[in-house]
């Protein structure tokens, strides 16, 4: 790999960094475009552009999948994604609703500068004609509406130049034949009805001019592999386990040894799943969330919550989601904090995939302090203003055909008491013996739907484990996130998600007081009309 | 009764397929295709006491290997090479009369994944087996829909059964030709070479060059022992030029060239020239005037005209449309008749691979229910014989005739393959010209319409829709009866009901040309050719374009404006 994101460095707009810009040839070419639209874009009688931004996505691909110790795809591509996005009006209102992102060409890949010119040019004339019919139909939609919201459509952030180093992907040859070793472990299971690995790796170089002078470019190196075994009980009901590892430095990359070592896991988890009792009909009590099972519980619960996303003209609410009342009152208990650092490269030894110094709207990443003793002080923030939050804190964020909106960076979630884990196991168990209970709940790890994709009973008496299955949770929303941790661990764990960009959710063990589980209310599948072919 | 015997001869040949498969496993040296053959039986026999029982089981594998480079403005914009292995696995559970697949459940037929693309036997027949069974499960529960259906409809119109019977076929192992290997460097060269050509034409604002090659094998095996195999490599170019016209319009030119080898392609110097020839039609277009609604003589050229007959009369050949109780059925009460003025006979032939050297898109030697491929006589001397026939019985046709076509991943229906036109009224190009001003003058016209080229076009075949059809002509001729000058126009759709516009072709040319496309229907997108000589029309309708309003661009373009370099 190429030296992935770490070389950035931060100069005033001089003439080394000028001379940066024209030596590439991409950022090149979008300045050259940016200025002949800049001064000479407009339509007859229409409004003049008064922002335009190119962002020029540069996507390398490789992409692997293995099935029961055989290959199934091998691919490796790259692609060059243009998007260019013209506001009209002004910043107090111009013609932006919630999806209008610009428009998208594909741009060559050859860094020829006339190829290269023609695409911004086609993609700039696109993008002002559609800003034109949105300026004029939000302003005919506007007028539906009573009051004059007070907050602008944009806000006005001071330019920045940043060129930072690009990457590339290295040699990705080692990963047909791992995930093969992997999946065939299957083939000596023979519970296990399917097995498949899959490595996505992407060498992302992101280059972005705009009209107030801001350029700026960065390259991030992803790779995100999933592997999976399902296995299926004789009731008929289906498990998926796996294990999936986002991982953003080359060095911490797992090697074959340790990816079988994982899967030999996965797998027999999945067997232990299909003779494990079931979850009664209903409990309700004591429930530890392990580390990892937390990060997940964040990343859907509070993540999305504290991103601000400007509702619709006419609706009400400070932004969508959880917390659109919830500014400046208690989300969380009192003692737990929640910061967004992008800036932050590195967590409890692991590299952070939603690391960067400069958001997609080329504004500095800045750290927020999101929520201070359970209260909501801000939200996270990109150019589009909410309701008392005028700016940006450079956390606007997009993929490659999308205009930046609000996105999690880093997002910490830390205890001002953390407790140590055995102190919380502890914990658990007492308030489970007050309840006078034989057993309670302890979540490994959550799945899709926040249902417990890992569940133990821990047993009173002496501690011991034993899984169960197919179990829900009644309720688990943001309610329950804010009076029902009465405790968190000291085990900060980070996990790592991707899906067109980067982020992280870092967090510890949690103690609920009191949740509710029952039986999934996912039925079972019928088992094999005939049995799979002998594998071994 | 006959479906009752048809059921029996499925039923017995579901038993008799183990053990010839056992047999052929000795002798096959494709692994694929034994996994393919030892899985079926397994299948066979695993789901043989079942519940509604499977009575047809294939296998359709789909090996695509394919290279896409793609150039614009003297610069790569893609190249990527790709491969997979894809697998359709059709299971049919009940009989022959009444199965999984009637009526709306047709999609229930079929299951489609991905296969491991080595050659790794445990790994294929596992990923076979889930198919399998995934499809089963399907079929079996689109089985109880499909009876209780029957069960509370009034009687249908057409109660053919659902799978015709068809004689067992031999084991059939075609030539799998050599694969194409382009030299990736020397392609991506040339295409930049080819699309830096709209550089020099400003006014051309969308442009490019691509080059696909296909190396796809397909293998297929069936409980009815029918076994076959099959590769067809194609290399494929394509132009395009686009532009916008000052009040709006969207101004198109697409040339594409296809050939079974690489040196099969026209040489770069042609390419060039044809990318030339384009711009300038684009150009030409822009500041055409466009055309007025018009009733009047018309004449196709025969690239026109073939364009014509796939859309307006080949789609309404397809068996399927005769059965469904949404299809307008304009042919069906039609056999016997006549349909066609009586100097023209139309056949599709995929069996066909070049006319007057030109590679033909549409040929296959069987289709993709492993039936194989047959010439079919659809209209003879204007008279309506017959249709393109799947394995989806209608009134009358109970076989297929070898058509049965689908994209890997879709139910296959009947489509054309290679469209032949045929007239016994030809005449050389000059004389039909003649009678085409003759025509003109006639009818006391001061003009008539010359199509040289049509890109493409839809039908619609539903009954509650218009039975309508429209082309998409692009250069298109006004023939002045006085002896002007011709001149280009632009914004013309020929429209009108099918039949009627049939029957007033009064003449033809003596030479036929050949139309290569990809046609999209319901079972996905499948390779076709159309081959028919000029045609003159008594009277055609056109229509003015529906007008889009995007102007064209604000600023000139980059190269116009100064130069990028």
Known sequence: MKQFATAFFLLTATLPIFSQVQNDAVLGALQAEMARSKSDLKLLNEKPPYYIEYSLTDQESFIADSSMGAPRTELHLRVRTLRAMVLVGDHKRDNSLQFSAGAVEIAPLDNDPEALRQQIWLATDKAYKAALQQYAAKQVMLKQFQQEQPLEDFSTEKPLTEIGATVKLDDVSRWPADLNAVTMIARQHPNVLSSTAAMRAFAVNRYFVNSEGSATRKGQIVYNLQTVATAQAADGMRFDQGKAYVIVADSELPSREKLLGDYSQVIERVEALRNAPMVEEQYRGPVLFSADATTTLFAALVSPNVEAKKPRPGETGRTLGAFASSYKSRVLPQFVDVRDDPTRQTAAGRSLAGYYLVDDDAVKAQAVNVIEKGILKTFLMSRQPILNLPNSNGHGRSGAFQRASSETGNLFISSSAPVKTADLKQQFLEACKARGAEYCYRVDSLGGRLAPDLLYRVYTKDGHEELVRGAAFEQLDTRELRNGITAMGDDQTVSNFYDQFGYSVIAPSALFEELQIKRSPLGNQKLPDYPAPAMN | ?565
């Open chain 2, 1 to 565: 009764m006959s479906t009752l015997r048809a059921a029996g001869v499925f039923g017995l040949s579901l038993l008799s397929a183990l053990s010839l498969a056992a047999q052929q496993n000795g002798k096959n040296t494709d692994l694929v295709l034994q996994v393919m053959q030892q899985e079926l039986s397994r299948a066979a026999a695993g789901l043989q006491k079942s519940d509604p029982a499977p009575y047809f089981l294939s296998y359709n594998v789909d090996d695509e290997d394919g290279t896409a480079i793609a150039a614009t403005h003297g610069a790569i914009i893609n190249s990527v090479h790709a491969k997979r292995r894809l697998a359709d696995v059709s299971v049919r559970v009940g009989s022959p009369a009444l199965d999984n697949t009637h009526g709306e459940s047709r999609s229930s037929g079929n299951t489609a994944g991905q296969l491991p693309v080595s050659d790794d036997p445990k790994a294929l027949g596992h990923d076979l087996w889930e198919l399998t069974d995934a499809q089963y499960k399907q079929a079996a529960r689109a089985f109880t829909t499909a009876q209780s259906q029957r069960a509370v409809k009034a009687d249908e119109e057409d109660k053919s059964p659902d799978f015709s019977a068809e004689k067992p076929a031999e084991a059939m192992t075609l030539p799998v030709n050599a694969p194409l290997s382009p030299d990736v460097k020397v392609w991506e060269e040339r295409l930049r070479r080819i699309s830096a050509v709209f550089n020099q034409h400003p006014l051309v604002y969308e442009s490019g060059a691509m080059l696909y090659v296909t190396n796809d094998r397909r293998r297929f095996v069936s409980s009815e022992n029918v076994q076959v195999t099959s590769g067809v490599p194609l290399a494929r170019v394509f132009l395009i030029a686009q532009t916008i016209a000052d009040d709006g319009m969207q101004l198109m030119r697409v040339e594409t060239f296809e050939a079974p080898a690489l040196d099969g392609l026209p040489r770069e110097a042609a390419l060039i020239e044809h990318a030339e020839r384009m711009a300038g039609d684009v150009e030409k277009l822009r500041k055409a005037p466009i055309a007025e609604p018009f009733n009047g003589p018309a004449l196709l050229s025969g690239r026109a005209a073939a364009v014509f007959f796939h859309e307006v009369l080949g789609h309404r050949l397809e068996g399927q449309r005769q059965r469904g109780e949404e299809e307008g059925q304009t042919f069906t009460k039609q056999v016997g008749q006549s349909v066609l003025p009586a100097f023209l006979s139309v056949a599709d032939d995929p069996t066909v691979r070049t006319f007057a050297e030109v590679p033909l898109a549409g040929y296959f030697a069987f289709d993709d229910e492993g039936i194989p491929a047959q010439r079919v006589e659809v209209i003879q001397k204007g008279i309506l014989k017959q249709f393109l026939m799947s394995r989806m019985p209608v009134r009358n046709f109970l076989h297929s005739n070898g058509h049965g076509r689908a994209q890997a991943g879709f139910m296959p229906v009947a489509r054309q393959g290679n469209l032949i036109v045929t007239s016994t009224n030809g005449v050389p190009e000059k004389e039909l010209r003649a009678q085409f001003l003759a025509e003109i003058k006639k009818q006391n016209k001061p003009y008539g319409l010359y199509f040289e080229d049509i890109e493409g076009g839809f039908t619609l075949t539903t009954r509650n829709e218009p039975q309508a059809f429209q082309v998409l002509p692009v250069m298109v001729w006004k023939v002045y009866a006085d002896g002007r000058p011709d001149e280009l126009v632009r914004g013309v759709d020929i429209v009108g009901t099918p039949l009627a516009a049939l029957n007033r072709i009064v003449q033809t040319g003596d030479k036929q040309f050949v139309f290569n496309g990809l046609c999209g229907a319901e079972s996905g997108s499948v390779p076709v050719s159309a081959v028919a000589p000029a045609m003159l029309f008594s009277e055609i309708e056109v229509q003015r374009k529906a007008q889009a309003h995007d102007r064209p661009p604000i600023l000139p373009a980059p190269a116009a404006a100064g130069g990028a370099r």
